[in-house]
């Protein structure tokens, strides 16, 4: 008797990332966790100043649903923010593109930690 893939990889689950004295809740999807996926996402984070940002972007949320990300992120042409001081921040290509590389491979690579086979009770961030 065989076991169903849905049984073995959850559909979302959220962790909780620590920033200094805060922490940001991440959403993601563990079945997007594949060697290829994480290769590629590697690969473009290592070009370093040659990474195009939205390709990074594109896979991180392939990867990454949601957050409880707030503002002021990016910029528009004006200089303004794109997203304003204290508002939620979409979990969208264009505002992930603006987080500096070092953040992106932190989430990454706490997540890919999140997700890492251990016994149930051992898991401490929450389920969706």
């Known amino acids: ?18 920033f200094g004295d805060d922490a940001l809740s991440i959403t993601y999807k563990p079945a997007a966790l594949s060697p290829a996926h994480m290769s590629k996402m590697q690969s473009e984070l290592d070009k ?4 195009d940002p939205f390709a990074v972007a594109h896979m991180f949320c392939s990867l990454v649903t949601g957050w409880d990300l ?4 990016g910029e528009d042409a ?3 923010p794109l997203v304003a001081a204290g508002e939620p921040v979409p979990c969208e290509v264009d505002y992930a593109a603006w987080l500096p590389s ?3 491979q932190f989430i ?3 997540i890919a930690e999140d997700s890492a086979p251990k016994s149930r009770k051992a898991k401490t961030s929450s389920r969706r």
């Open 1 to 18: 008797m065989g076991i169903s893939f849905s049984n073995i990889v959850e559909n979302s689950r959220t962790v909780s990332i620590p």
């Open 48 to 51: 370093g100043d040659d990474t």
């Open 70 to 73: 707030l503002g002021p992120i």
């Open 78 to 80: 004006d200089g303004n």
């Open 102 to 104: 070092q953040v992106t």
């Open 108 to 110: 990454i690579t706490e």
